[in-house]
């Protein structure tokens, strides 16, 4: 952790007392009221559910404070991803999308921003940094990608994204501000879906972008206030209290993952593994540069799909379960999804278990694949 990242790990506990006066809450209020007392001129006041609300406010305030930037929260990665994709193109405008990223974008995009005039390209996430940007309006990439993890050179992209005059936007959710810092090594926007490790806790779905660019983030705002894709004020609560904890849950969890990864790595049972932090992996030397750690997630191909269904089967400490980012461990066989991987390809997301209690489980329920 470099030291402005434990700077900020330390404020996230910290900011929301500085303007307290005497007497009031500690703990973040939930404030569940869609009107405010407001007679008389409404302006400078809390105005309605869809414009403001402190709660979500509060856990805004500290979005921004991890990424060093003011940011927006949403009610889902996926609404945070929609609310540029529909606030920043207009017809005529082409995307870029990775191929291996995660589907649901592309969907989006074939979907919906297609019938309205925005044509969509996809590129594989380690083929990014030779693709010419000049076409387009927005470039979304996703490093470490779910779920392959294959990593593009984020600095080198934003610096091609300025020249050819394309916004790039990162999608962070696999890192979480801790992990990575897109706008700090030149991106435009960053996305995240916070459902995932930032909430932590696998209760509520969110999302949030964030940008340094004031004119973007203010038509993103007026799109979500006016397209009310705003995120419910107990969602935001707790995503506020789970992600208290996630500069502590973060390093266990990488911790963990790169001690698996390490003993994984010439493992008889699996014929594939990659993890960021592993020497051998194709995206560790770029990750190393970018990344201050390597995250906690792992990419193992077992033999046959029936192979790979056994093992998340067989061990007590992996929550057979789609999504990743929890306290618990979890995985799945991604190809079940129709995801570009082999058969027993499974996205293995480490959690908060104690390490060595964690590693027998799995060490045994590789044992009789
Ligand atoms: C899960 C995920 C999303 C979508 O988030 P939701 O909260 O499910 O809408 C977007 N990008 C990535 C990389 C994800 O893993």
Redesign the pocket.
Known sequence: MTDLDALRAAQLLHYSSAGLNKGDPVATPLVQSTMFHLPGDPAGFDQYGRYDNPTWEAAQDALALLEDAPALLFP????A?AAVCYALLKSGDRILLPSD??F??RKLAERFLAPMGITADTCPTAELAAKPLGPYALVLA?SPS?PGLDVCDIAALAQSAKVSGALLAI?N??MTPFGQRPLDLGAEIVVS?D??AMNGHSDL???HVASRNEHLMQTIAEWRKFAGAIPAPHDAWLLARGMATLEVRFERMCETASMVARRLADHPALSAIRFPGLKSDRSHETASRQMSRYGFLIGLTLPTQKAADHFIEACPLIQPAT??GGVHTSAERRARWGDAVAPGFVRLSIGCEPADILWEAIDDALKDT
């Open positions: 889902s990665g996926m609404a991803i990223g995660y649901a974008a996703e779910n999608d959710t696999t879906a459902t995932k779905l969110a999302g999504s990743f």
